[in-house]
């Protein structure tokens, strides 16, 4: 047996590797939803992290696993790559598929476990944004997907929206650049899958009848090509009217998208220029708030606790932005965090919590004429609400239907 791996745990020689991934014991398992696959996956816990276990054709596997790990350099949105394990056996000497290792995505669901029950249709608008956004971040950075779907992709919880990730990169290919005639070959194929997933939804009567899958899989593209032209189009702009560049900026910001250089022209015969940004990534929020508090969230959750941390700044008077960060986390985010058992912390992450907490702040407000203080507002939350809820690592849409 040979393992390439990234991951340095000598329990990962532990696992069955002798036996075929389908007939691996139930103890061996983790027992987490997953979506449709051309493969047998399963899930393994090795030393208290959760990883998903392929098997796969050894050059597939070796292609995919080389491009995840590109990935994750260029800071894309998609699952780790952790190993390959080739050259296996089975007990009497016959060869087995080699595997591939990820590491599970955390509090991640495929969209099947989502459509369980059926979801409202601005609850699969948001799922379309998310997957929209993915495509177009994977873009930017050059890689070309050739299978984006539903299936292919993992869904997070973002403060009221989603966040998307790659987590099948066969078809792949990292390129410097992407042409026109790449992406549009890409969302058609997009389409295509798009539309397929929809109807065997419909048919399983997991789609909401007012959503019609052709309609469904022509918005993801159309939400694709707005967001595409916003972040890439070429802007003139006089001399003297440079606050049309500042708004561009921050309304780029804003969609959480960070510029890493400007590309700028002069007009023949004109006072103006033109100017195209260079995007460097999604993740505007989340860095600031990774800088400011150390505190790791998705972009909606970022944007949704910067909000919180800037009006507790603005109320405490406290003019340095990182000693109000660092008060903000050790006064109002980690006590939140705390208060809540440990038992009760599984059914959501962190970020998420605390932005439903100070969101049942505000309906308890709403309600009572009154602010009813940030303590008042954990013990209610946890009573009336968070006690209620499965556990978000199990299931992700408990109210997204």
């Given at each position: ?86 050259d296996r056996t089975d007990l009497g000497g016959e060869p087995l598929e080699p595997a ?138 006089d001399r003297d009217g440079r606050h049309h560049l500042e708004k561009r900026v921050r ?35 989340t860095r600031r708030l990774l800088r400011l508090t150390g505190l790791d969230a998705e ?103």
């Open positions: 047996m040979r393992i390439t791996s990234a991951l340095v745990e000598p329990a990962l020689l532990d696992l069955p590797w002798s036996t075929p991934l389908e007939e691996w014991p139930a103890d061996q398992l983790v027992a987490l939803p997953q979506g449709i696959s051309r493969h047998v996956v399963r899930f393994v816990r090795i030393a208290g992290v959760v990883y998903a276990v392929k098997e796969i054709d050894e050059r597939i596997a070796e292609r995919e696993y080389g491009l995840l790990r590109a990935l994750e350099r260029l800071g894309a949105p998609a699952v780790e790559a952790m190993a390959i394990v080739a591939l290792v990820t590491r599970h995505l955390h509090f991640s669901l495929p969209y099947r476990a989502l459509f369980s029950h059926t979801l409202r249709p601005d609850t699969v608008s948001r799922l379309l944004d998310a997957l929209a956004a993915l495509l177009v971040r994977l873009h930017l950075t050059g890689f070309f997907w050739g299978d984006c779907s539903l299936s292919n992709t993992l869904f997070r919880r973002d403060a009221g929206a989603f966040a998307a990730y790659l987590v099948d990169a066969e078809t792949g290919a990292l390129h410097p650049r992407l042409s026109n005639g790449q992406r549009t070959e890409d969302l058609e194929v997009t389409r295509v899958n798009i539309f397929g997933e929809a109807l065997d939804l419909a048919a399983a009567g997991l789609l909401h009848p007012s959503v019609d899958p052709e309609a469904m899989a022509h918005d993801v593209v159309r939400r694709y090509e707005s967001l595409w032209h916003e972040l890439t189009y070429e802007q003139q702009i309304r780029l910001n804003e969609l959480g998208f960070d510029i890493g250089e400007l590309q700028m022209s002069t007009v023949d015969g004109s006072s103006s220029f033109l100017v195209r940004p260079k995007v460097v990534d999604a993740g505007h929020h972009e909606n959750q970022a944007r949704r606790l910067l909000n919180d941390l800037d009006t507790y700044r603005a109320e405490s008077d406290v003019p340095d932005e990182q000693q109000a960060a660092h008060r903000w986390v050790t006064e109002v985010f980690e006590p939140v965090i705390r208060a809540v058992p440990a038992d009760l912390r599984r059914k959501l992450e962190p970020p998420e919590l605390f932005i439903e907490v100070i969101d049942h702040r505000w309906r308890l407000g709403e309600q009572t004429g009154r602010d009813v203080g940030l303590a008042s507002a954990v013990q209610s939350f946890m009573a009336d609400v968070l006690v209620h809820r499965p556990d978000e690592q199990a299931v992700l849409g408990y109210d997204a239907g």
